[in-house]
């Protein structure tokens, strides 16, 4: 069974002109086919550290939305979604510091 974790949003995101609106997202668990999505070289490479712009594909495919619904997303809203993203990825990887400053 799969761990979801459900961000409410602090400012919700309208998605249609009809007023449609996303309150929350639901970011689920970290597999192997998420790997694609990461910068090239997170892994690996020569630090561990990344920009948490760069987590914008990670994040968009854990939630499964188009990036450029995260790129709406309030700052307050998408440095939580990152914080909660990179928690996920620490314990799946094995990583014992953070991917980036927030």
């Not at 854990?62 to 909660?84: A, G, P, R, W």
Request: overall charge negative.
């Amino acid at each position: 069974m799969s761990k979801t974790k459900i961000v409410e949003l602090t400012e919700p995101i309208e998605l249609e002109a009809d007023g449609t609106q996303l309150t929350k997202l639901t970011i689920g668990t970290l597999k192997a086919k998420h790997l694609r999505a990461f910068p090239k070289g997170m892994f690996g490479g020569k630090t561990d550290q990344i920009n948490p712009v760069k987590m914008v594909p990670v994040i968009a495919a854990l939630c499964n939305v188009e990036e450029k619904i995260i790129d709406e997303l309030s700052m307050t809203d998408f440095l939580t979604v990152v914080n909660e993203v990179s928690e996920q990825v620490e314990k799946s990887m094995g990583q014992s510091e953070p991917i980036g400053e927030v």
